[in-house]
Nanobody, 126 residues
Framework: QVQLVESGGGSVQAGGSLRLSCAASGYTYSHVSMGWFRQAPGREREGVAAIDSPGLTTYADSVKGRFTISRDNAENILYLQMNSLKPEDTAQYYC????????????????????WGQGTQVTVSS
């Protein structure tokens, strides 16, 4: 059974930093393309960053230059380093994984992902 468990959310002031982690279990993590998504109240879930199994990445325009996605395949952990945080980054952040056994390029489309974590809240105050 695949499980994705996020951690690292919290409250920070604008300009601050947070690092989110996502611990994966139940499949061959190193072969799986992964992504981070977020959803603010009243808004649709949006892709933030994604990474394929070799490490190719893609980012939403709103976070380019501020957020960095990375993965530790030995520990089965996905990270999202968030710097220069803005109030508009406030949202519930979700880790997501695609099907294993197939190579996928990085995607920011939620419908491409099969597995989801429960989310971790990030709140940025001005």
């Amino acid at each position: 059974q695949v499980q994705l468990v996020e951690s690292g959310g919290g409250s920070v002031q604008a300009g601050g930093s947070l690092r989110l982690s996502c611990a994966a279990s139940g499949y061959t993590y190193s072969h799986v393309s992964m992504g981070w998504f977020r959803q603010a109240p009243g808004r649709e879930r949006e892709g933030v960053a994604a990474i394929d199994s070799p490490g190719l990445t893609t980012y939403a325009d709103s976070v380019k230059g501020r957020f960095t996605i990375s993965r530790d395949n030995a520990e089965n952990i996905l990270y999202l380093q968030m710097n220069s945080l803005k109030p508009e980054d406030t949202a519930q952040y979700y880790c997501a994984g695609r099907n294993d056994g197939v190579y996928y390029t990085p995607s920011l489309a939620a419908y491409d992902y099969r597995y989801w974590g429960q989310g971790t809240q990030v709140t940025v105050s001005s």
